[in-house]
């Protein structure tokens, strides 16, 4: 059992019709173009418009975009696992109602939350329970509607979130390939700095809160950006050199997509060059849980069985970590 990996074998994506520009910003709230630009490289985010839809309409979308691509039984899934900071409503589980809604009813689910690194800490996850041997297929899905929790009237946050699913698909593999190592960290002290007040058991939704917008996610950007900075890139580096991984042998960087300027300082500290990084911050924003499969999914076309990937993502909390992976097959 030592020699078995788990190995993705298949991605799916979901992203909504309305594209929120920058151009449409201006008008919102005083920021522009060149602002955005500079400062976050985004040009445009995904919305989900309907308020009748949640996170789990886009983690479902993405998992039949997986399933129907790939010829996938849903009855063949063992596991489901929603990552996502936006879960439709308290208590009752996001995953248990996507898995029932695409057909994967001999599954079990959960959710995972890790803010941000919600995805990578669910790779870990999924590997874990496929290299144990009791399971075969573990459905990973990154889910978030970040829209529901926005003020459009600030610009610190609204600027930067986007709507999107991503999901894959983890199952043995006796090649050598899938996920080979892992560097997980968190660190508690951060959590004044990126956070929604109310609506949890410390601070119950209530008129007031509500009111005073404490519903809403509240970043201090400056110490943000710092600590993502210095611990997403050393995370990365960390895991190339005890892997004894050189430049040459690693085929792409695939970075939470939070800020180009954090996906920069990340490739410089592993020494890659922009054609080997994975980027689409530009046409999404930061979909948060679902940045690490929307980047998997852009880029299948040019993943080639064998290629080693380093993840890499930082999240509230804070939460941060770094994943190597081996592809495990050619897409046709």
């Known amino acids: 059992m030592s020699d078995l990996k788990a190995a993705i074998t298949a991605v799916g994506a979901y992203l909504p019709d309305y594209r929120l520009t920058n151009s449409i910003l201006e008008t919102m709230v005083d920021t522009n173009d060149e602002w955005i630009t500079t400062r976050t490289g985004i040009k445009e985010r995904r919305i989900l418009k309907d308020k009748d839809k949640g996170s789990s309409f886009l983690a479902i979308k993405a998992a039949q975009d997986l399933i129907d691509h790939n010829d996938i039984d ?53 590997a874990a329970y496929v290299q144990s041997g009791r399971y075969k297929k573990v459905l990973l899905i990154g889910a978030d509607k970040m829209s529901s929790i926005i003020d459009y009237t600030d610009r ?34 951060g959590r004044d700095f990126l956070r929604i007040e109310a609506g949890g058991s410390i601070l119950p939704a209530s008129q007031e809160t509500v009111l005073n917008k404490q519903h809403f996610v509240y970043q201090d950007g400056k110490n943000v950006f710092k600590h993502a900075v210095s611990n997403m ?12 991984l050189t430049t040459q042998d690693i085929d792409w960087l695939v970075p ?77």
């Open 156 to 189: 610190a946050t609204c600027i930067i979130f986007g709507d999107a699913g991503g999901a894959v698909l983890f199952e043995p593999n006796n090649e050598g390939l899938g996920l080979q190592d892992e560097l997980l960290r968190t660190d508690g002290s």
């Open 233 to 244: 890139a050393s995370c990365a580096e960390e895991i190339v050199k005890r892997n004894n």
């Open 256 to 332: 939470h997509q939070a800020n180009k300027r954090i996906i920069d300082a990340t490739a410089n500290r592993v020494n890659l060059p922009q054609e080997q990084v994975m980027v689409n911050i530009h046409k999404y924003g930061n979909t948060t849980s679902a940045t690490l499969p929307l980047c998997l999914k852009d880029y299948e076309s040019q993943l080639k069985k064998g290629d080693n990937l380093v993840f890499a993502a930082f999240g509230g909390g804070f939460t941060w970590g770094s994943i190597l992976l081996k592809w495990a097959y050619n897409k046709n």
């Open 74 to 126: 849903p009855l063949s899934i063992d596991l489901v696992i929603v990552a996502t900071a936006t879960p439709d409503m308290p208590v009752a589980s996001t995953a248990a109602y996507v898995a029932t809604q695409i057909g994967a009813t001999n599954a079990f689910s959960y959710d995972l939350m890790a803010a941000c690194s919600s995805f990578l800490y669910g790779m870990s996850n999924a």
